[in-house]
């Protein structure tokens, strides 16, 4: 089991943001006006992510430091950005196996005058364990698992049963990454603050309240990243195919067939498939060898029963980009979510419908952006995040379902948000 989820995020004084929250979901549309925040936010879970599994300093570095405070209040020196996660996971840590449901609180600041930062996290919830016997251990004790454990433990049902008939103990943790002080409270045995310990990576030094070397925040989660963030352009993917180091498909796509050949073979069939009956005429996908033994990735078109091959630089720009979707959302395998701008470019509506449902039915949480008021009238109220720039020039954010009568105004506006903000349907605007 595992379902990671992004609940909330507050942002004080970043970019286009004062005092704002925003609630999120599984699946997450972010509608606004231009110049009104969306990829400021988009921003925003990047920052986060640069955080927790790199550092501040690399955090700002990418972003540009002097881009970061919102500039209609210099007169306000506060920073703030404030997480807040739904973990639920079972991992192997060492001979330990655990099973864990938590809220963790990310809880960020920085003082642009003082230059000082500080970092809080607040982790309450529950979680259990048993001890696998090292000679059911296939690969060793120093390892961290997720997942796929019948790899690494022999008769893993046998003990994942003994797991279930275990009872949760309650805890909370709270640490500071500045000082590096932490508590653990509700856990009574010195056993069970060990496993809190193992559980979390925790170098504690008996008797003492500050650890001995800083918390690792990448060891809560199940991925190699938060997030992985893409915005394609097909002409840019046409001219150039870029092959480096990462076996990620890059944020531009230009690794496409170097992506495409890492990954498994089931997975390729299903990208390759998802072609069939929502692009005309292409009904497969291909990769050949190229220069210097690279993959070339060609589209297969049949007409009269005859298959005629398609390089890359031929095919249309909506079939490219789809197949660009297709392979971010099911080729994923390093981050627990998907940030992805604008799908809906070059692309009729029913292949829209075909990708919005491949979204719900995946694992990860993802968030996307649109101008398309095609695409908003498929969402379901839950997965629609409305944004707009309040009396004060700072963006806001407010989730359909919260807005009373909301599927009324927006058959009357017919799903223009600029329109709905005008009178007062989103926002803060009197009508």
């Not at 009104?36 to 927790?52: E, Q």
């Amino acid at each position: 089991m595992s379902n990671i989820m992004l609940e909330s995020l507050y942002l004080h004084n970043f970019k286009s943001f004062y005092n704002s929250k925003f609630e999120f979901g599984k699946l997450n549309c972010l509608i606004a006006p231009n110049n009104t925040g969306k990829s400021n936010l988009i921003d925003a879970l990047k920052f986060l992510n640069t955080l927790l599994y790199q550092d501040m300093v690399q955090a700002f570095a990418k972003l540009g430091f002097s881009n970061i405070q919102n500039y209609h209040h210099l007169d306000d020196n506060n920073l703030k950005l404030q997480a807040r996660f739904r973990i639920q996971n079972q991992v192997l840590v060492g001979k330990e196996l655990f099973e864990y449901d938590v809220s963790l609180r990310f809880l960020f600041s920085y003082d642009f005058k003082d230059k000082k930062p500080n970092t809080d996290v607040l982790i309450e919830g529950k979680m259990k364990s048993v001890i696998v016997d090292a000679a059911d251990l296939k690969r060793g004790f120093e390892l961290r698992v997720f997942g796929d454990f019948g790899h690494y433990i022999d008769s893993f049902d046998s003990y994942n049963r003994l797991l279930e008939q275990k009872h949760f103990q309650k805890f909370s943790l709270q640490y500071n990454h500045n000082t590096f002080r932490y508590a653990i409270d509700h856990i009574a045995s010195q056993k069970g603050i060990d496993s809190i310990a193992n559980l979390f990576g925790l170098a504690i030094q008996k008797r003492q309240v500050t650890l001995l070397k800083p918390m690792d925040f990448r060891l809560i989660f199940n991925k190699s990243s938060l997030f992985s963030s893409h915005y394609f352009h097909a002409h840019d993917i046409k001219k150039t195919q870029s092959f480096g180091e990462t076996p990620d498909l890059l944020e531009d796509g230009r690794n496409l067939a170097q992506f495409l050949s890492s990954l498994d073979q089931n997975v390729f069939e299903d990208i390759a498939t998802s072609l069939i009956g929502e692009v005309e005429l292409i009904n497969g996908l291909e990769l050949n060898d190229g220069f210097m033994m690279m993959k070339n990735v060609v589209f297969t078109e049949e007409i009269n029963g005859v298959h005629h091959p398609i390089e890359i630089q031929n095919v249309s720009d909506g079939t490219l980009h789809f197949i660009m979707i297709m392979s971010a959302i099911l080729g994923n395998r390093s981050s627990i979510g998907l940030l992805i701008e604008e799908p809906e470019r070059h692309m009729h509506m029913k292949v829209l419908s075909y990708i919005l449902n491949t979204m719900r039915d995946d694992d990860k949480q993802i968030f996307f952006t649109t101008h398309s008021t095609e695409l908003l009238s498929q969402l379901n109220l839950d997965e629609i995040l409305f944004m707009f720039r309040d009396y004060e020039g700072d963006t806001k954010g407010q989730r359909a379902e919260d807005i009373p009568n909301i599927k009324r105004f927006m058959k009357r506006y017919k799903n223009d948000l600029v329109e709905m903000i005008k009178f007062g349907v989103v926002g803060e605007y009197d009508e």
